[in-house]
């Protein structure tokens, strides 16, 4: 499901704090595309800004300061320590309500690129973690992992936000998905592979994910082909999907934890690349110029990041809806020097920067 819809879904089903599902405007890079390759992480809490309840990232972000946004869920939910991330879905004071979803997401908008998230996913029935990337108009890449199997992920296709389940999904085994894992989302405009732990599982191609509904116009294909937002989220769902409804009484909390989200930016002839497009380094560039001094004059500094996220209803095709939400902050790795490293020093000195909710 896309994302409009996920949220009234979750809206409605858990009656959350979300208040608005208007999309962020005054932001080129959910149009253009802003993607810096390299590995983030969660080392420093400081390069995570927290948007609750956002979707996307405010207008005027600095991505220069941060790394990865939280769009529900809070601090409290979404938790930085030891240079993890724990996304929390805490049992509701009242347990005949879902508890509310968090959601976070790398603070970049690809298109092309290879995206790795190292993670654990919870293994309670009814409760849906999820790695996804998400457009500003829908277009969505899916891993889900449902709480009543700990043995398999999902992985699902989706395309403007429009609704067709159990189309365009996959189930794949992997053991015990409350152990750290390394799911790939490798986006191409020629395809897009799914690997667990470095091997692939599945590849989705445009010619290959025939669209069954109407809504989809004759001659376009049922692929992702706008900037996104890598998100991830853990929630409620209690749909038999998830393996029924949650029972609180037998846990205060499920959780999701990430380590590591690794980026490589892909240019439009699907080659890797430092950052694309060139627009990117060059809002970089000028982020750089405005910005203090840096602390270290070596450039060299090791900024580090945390953030938090949260996201909103998507939903697997066998079925489900997924909020996902994905949170990340971070460090950048060597990687991605110069422009990178450049940033990374910026970010170990910055303040953090006005909010803009919608
Ligand atoms: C608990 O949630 C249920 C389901 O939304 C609702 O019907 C009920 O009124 C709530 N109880 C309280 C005390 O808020
Ligand atoms: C996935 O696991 C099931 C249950 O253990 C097994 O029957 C099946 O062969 C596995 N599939 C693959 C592709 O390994
Ligand atoms: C809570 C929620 O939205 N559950 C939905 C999950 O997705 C399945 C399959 O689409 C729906 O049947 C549930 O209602």
Request: aromatic share 8%.
């Amino acid at each position: 499901m896309g994302r409009k819809s996920a949220i009234a879904v979750s809206l409605l089903a858990a009656a959350t704090s979300v208040s608005a599902v208007t999309l962020p405007t005054g932001n080129p890079d959910k149009n253009d595309g802003y993607c810096l390759s390299g590995t983030y992480t969660f080392a420093n809490k400081d390069r995570v800004f927290d948007a609750t309840p956002h979707v996307g990232v405010p207008d005027n972000f600095d991505y220069s300061k941060y790394d990865f946004v939280i769009q529900n869920g809070g601090q409290k939910n979404f938790r930085i320590a030891n240079n993890v991330a724990t996304l929390a879905l805490t049992k509701p004071a009242n347990i005949s309500a879902p508890a509310d979803i968090t959601k976070g997401s790398l603070a970049q908008w690809i298109k092309y690129g290879k995206v790795t998230a190292k993670m654990t996913a919870a293994a309670v029935p009814g409760v849906v973690t999820t790695f996804i990337s998400m457009s500003e108009r829908g277009d969505e890449i899916d891993w889900e992992a449902v709480g009543g199997d700990a043995n398999s992920i999902q992985s699902n296709v989706f395309y403007k936000a429009i609704v067709e389940f159990q189309v365009h999904g996959g189930v794949h085994n992997v053991t015990d998905i409350t152990k750290f894992h390394e799911y790939t989302i490798d986006w191409k405009s020629t395809g897009i592979t799914f690997a667990i732990d470095g091997v692939p599982v599945r590849t989705a191609t445009p010619a290959g994910e025939t669209a069954k509904s109407k809504a989809v116009p004759p001659g376009e294909q049922w692929f992702p082909t706008t900037p996104s937002m890598f998100q991830f989220s853990i929630w409620q769902s209690d749909s038999e999907w998830a393996g029924g409804k949650v029972d609180w009484t037998k846990t205060n909390e499920a959780v999701s934890q990430i380590e590591s989200v690794t980026v490589e930016c892909y240019d439009d002839k699907n080659q890797p690349v430092k950052y694309w497009p060139a627009s990117a380094l060059a809002r970089s560039q000028t982020a750089v110029k405005d910005a203090p001094k840096p602390a270290s004059p070596d450039g060299k500094g090791t900024g580090t990041g945390t953030g938090t996220g949260t996201g909103t209803g998507q939903k697997g095709s066998s079925g489900s809806n997924s909020n996902g939400s994905k949170t990340g902050s971070g460090a950048i790795s060597g990687a991605a020097a110069p422009v990178a490293s450049i940033l990374s020093v910026l970010g170990a000195a910055a303040a953090s920067i006005a909010a803009f909710f919608i």
